[in-house]
């Protein structure tokens, strides 16, 4: 079997991943399922017995989301109606077991193009704290993940929370996903949008698609188009093709890229809806 480890301190797991690489496990959701029938050779280091990591708590410009925060964490904590469309991501990633188990660093770290959270979080222009020894630093979301299973991280590194930066104005968001049925399922095409607004108009709109390419990614095209708009139930008639640019759908088991690309505009005026409500 291979090594394990599962340390309580903070800057003793930051010191043991000084000294080489470890395969980190929150939960364990994903690394276990994807080694069905092969040995357990690397070595593991165990982050979700390490005190605090699991703290969801509000500072003076953010949200501080700890990198052992579960999905059920996040259904149970107390926050803003900004984080709606996150929630209901997490009530759609597995089962309960999975959600009492699988964490939201995990699921950017695991990096999946269909990570049901990655979307949503992309939204609401979350970033990443990557802690070694002696040294923090913050990537965007945007930024941290490369490609399907490539992120930034260092092997030496830890992601310590996910940031969620406060809106300036009230913000509402929503999330849509869509699947070969309603839950544990992989996602033909998801969409989550946040929108800030003051006096009925759009002060800043976010909206994130995932599925539809090798990372999810932001339509700035069509945020630009949001802003300064009434929020209003006509909202999503802004929606065009032509903001879907950035997409790059394949074909594969679950859908055609053509398929894809239709289902990501009904969904995209889906989410936008959604967060006028």
Not at 25 to 51: C, F, N, Q, W
Not at 69 to 83: G, K, R
Not at 218 to 233: H, I, K, T
Request: net charge positive.
């Amino acid at each position: 079997m291979s090594e394990y480890l599962r340390p309580t301190q903070f800057e003793e797991a930051l010191r043991l991943l000084a000294r080489g690489p470890y395969a980190i496990l929150a939960g364990g959701t994903d690394h276990y399922a994807s080694r069905v029938g092969k040995p357990l050779t690397e070595p593991i280091l165990d982050v979700t017995a390490i005190r605090g990591l699991r703290e969801i708590a509000e500072r003076a410009d953010h949200w501080r989301i700890g990198a052992a925060a579960t999905w059920t964490d996040l259904l149970e904590a107390s926050l803003p109606p900004q984080f709606d469309g996150l929630r209901l991501a997490a009530r759609e990633i597995g089962g309960v077991q999975i959600q009492n188990s699988g964490t939201l660093a995990g699921n950017i770290c695991n990096a999946s193009p269909a990570a049901d959270g990655v979307p949503a979080l992309l939204a609401l222009d979350a970033g990443v704290e990557l802690s070694r020894t002696g040294h923090v630093r913050v990537v965007p979301l945007a930024q941290f993940i490369l490609g399907p299973r490539k992120t930034q991280r260092c092997s030496d590194e830890l992601v310590s929370a996910i940031l969620v930066p406060k809106s300036e104005f009230e913000a509402r968001s929503h999330f849509v996903k869509l699947g070969a049925r309603k839950y544990l399922v992989i996602s033909i095409a998801m969409a989550s949008a946040v929108i800030e607004h003051s006096a009925g108009v759009v002060f800043k709109a976010r909206v994130a698609v995932g599925a539809c390419s090798p990372v999810a990614v932001r339509l700035a095209a069509l945020e630009d188009a949001l802003r300064g708009r009434p929020m209003n139930a006509r909202l999503p008639e802004l929606v065009h093709a032509e903001h879907l640019a950035p997409l790059l759908p394949i074909d594969d088991v679950r859908a055609s890229a053509g398929y894809r690309t239709g289902a990501a505009l009904t969904l995209v005026k889906r989410a936008i809806a959604g967060a006028c409500a």
